[in-house]
Nanobody, 117 residues
Framework: QVQLVESGGGLVQAGGSLRLSCAAS????????MGWYRQAPGKQRELVAG???????NYKDSVKGRFTISRDSTIGTVYLQMNSLKPEDTAVYYC???????????WGKGTLVTVSS
């Protein structure tokens, strides 16, 4: 079992920055990949960024160069530094943990990011 709790969301003006955190608890040693997803009103949830245990990362094209994902595997925490925010980044951001050997994944409850123009 893994529990995920996101924090750091809020209201920010376009061009501003926010740092999201996701704290995992439980079987954190079993987590393979951690990622950030987002879901805007009326849209499907989409991958924003992911990071493996070894530190390999991938990003949605529209956030490359603006967002940075990082991870501290020793404490089971993943971060998303978001710079140069745009109104289209407005969404609920969710943290996900994949336990690949077991084919199991867990989701946090999400944190709202609102970017005003």
């Amino acid at each position: 079992q893994v529990q995920l709790v996101e924090s750091g969301g809020g209201l920010v003006q376009a061009g501003g920055s926010l740092r999201l955190s996701c704290a995992a608890s439980g079987s954190i040693a079993s987590i393979s990949i951690m990622g950030w997803y987002r879901q805007a009103p009326g849209k499907q949830r989409e991958l924003v960024a992911g990071i493996t245990r070894s530190g390999n990362t991938n990003y949605k094209d529209s956030v490359k160069g603006r967002f940075t994902i990082s991870r501290d595997s020793t404490i089971g925490t993943v971060y998303l530094q978001m710079n140069s925010l745009k109104p289209e980044d407005t969404a609920v951001y969710y943290c996900k943990a994949d336990l690949l050997p077991y084919g199991i994944n867990y989701w946090g409850k999400g944190t709202l990011v609102t970017v005003s123009s």
